[in-house]
């Protein structure tokens, strides 16, 4: 195994990045993964384990929320990862990200359904 030469550069004009750049970028990414089904184990879960509430409706949305959350996050996450990558090789600047507020929006919408859910059971 040899290490990554810093100065090295490919015919597309992109360095190689240090090995420790690209490693922390695919642990990011592991981690909008792991969030990602984490949502989706939440949804199917909400699904299956949660008996029906009063209102008609609830359980599905709230199961829904979380699995178009978990699709939201994985793509959303995949995409990141290949722009970071990119960047870093090209020496640009990295490019902020839009999954935060997506999945604090996500979590707020998802929090507020289960809230109303219980308070109306």
């Known amino acids: 195994m040899t290490l990554p030469n810093p100065d090295a550069e490919s015919e597309e004009g992109e360095e ?9 970028n695919e642990r990011t ?11 989706l184990a939440g949804g199917v879960a909400v699904h299956t384990l949660v008996q029906p509430f009063r209102m008609a409706g609830f359980r599905r949305a709230i199961a829904l929320s979380c699995v178009v959350l978990a699709t939201v996050v994985a793509v959303g996450a995949y995409a990141h990862w290949r722009r970071v990558g ?9 490019p ?12 707020a919408i998802v929090s507020v359904l289960a809230g109303l859910a219980v308070l109306l059971r």
């Not at 990119?86 to 990295?94: D, Q, Y």
């Not at 997506?102 to 979590?107: C, Y």
């Open 86 to 94: 990119v960047a870093m090789r090209r020496g640009n600047p990295l």
């Open 16 to 24: 190689e990045l240090d090995y420790r750049f690209t490693l922390a």
């Open 29 to 39: 990414f592991l981690a909008w993964m792991r969030t990602s089904l984490g949502l």
């Open 96 to 107: 902020d990200t839009v999954l935060v507020p997506i999945l604090s929006a996500g979590i």
